[in-house]
């Protein structure tokens, strides 16, 4: 049974820095893409940031976070993490790990978040002063 735990979440000031980890169980990171969505709340949720499987690691970001967040895998530890820099109060929102075996990431195609079918619990962000 896939599981997956999203932790690192918290408070943050604007231009500060989090790391949110999600460790995955019942699957192998490096065999499956993965997504990080946001839901801030009364909006729909959003993509972030995607990571495809295998050794290409293809990252694809939405234009909110392009040059701020970065999406990464660590095999080692079967976990997926997103660096979040220099967060703005837009950020704030809770942040899901998604993931998915056989879902491609390209220059062409973006998912969403119905083509995925295992989901975190997720794990809330708020960016202030």
């Known amino acids: 049974q896939v599981q997956l735990v999203e932790s690192g979440g918290g408070p943050a000031q604007p231009g500060g820095s989090l790391r949110l980890s999600c460790a995955a169980s019942?699957?192998?990171?490096?065999?499956?893409?993965f997504g990080w969505f946001r839901q801030a709340p009364g909006k729909e949720r959003e993509g972030v940031a995607y990571?495809?499987?295998?050794?290409?690691?293809?990252?694809r970001y939405a234009d909110s976070v392009k040059g701020r967040f970065t999406i990464s895998r660590d095999d080692a530890s079967n976990s997926v993490h997103l660096q979040m820099n220099n967060l703005q109060p837009e950020d704030t929102a809770l942040y899901y790990c998604?993931?998915?075996?056989?879902?491609?990431?390209?220059?062409?195609?973006?998912?969403?978040?119905?083509?995925?079918?295992?989901w975190g619990q997720g794990t809330q962000v708020t960016v202030s002063s």
């Open positions: 998604a993931a998915e075996r056989i879902l491609p990431v390209s220059n062409y195609f973006v998912p969403g978040p119905t083509d995925f079918s295992s």
């Open positions: 019942g699957l192998i990171v490096g065999h499956w893409t």
């Open positions: 990571l495809s499987s295998g050794h290409d690691r293809f990252t």
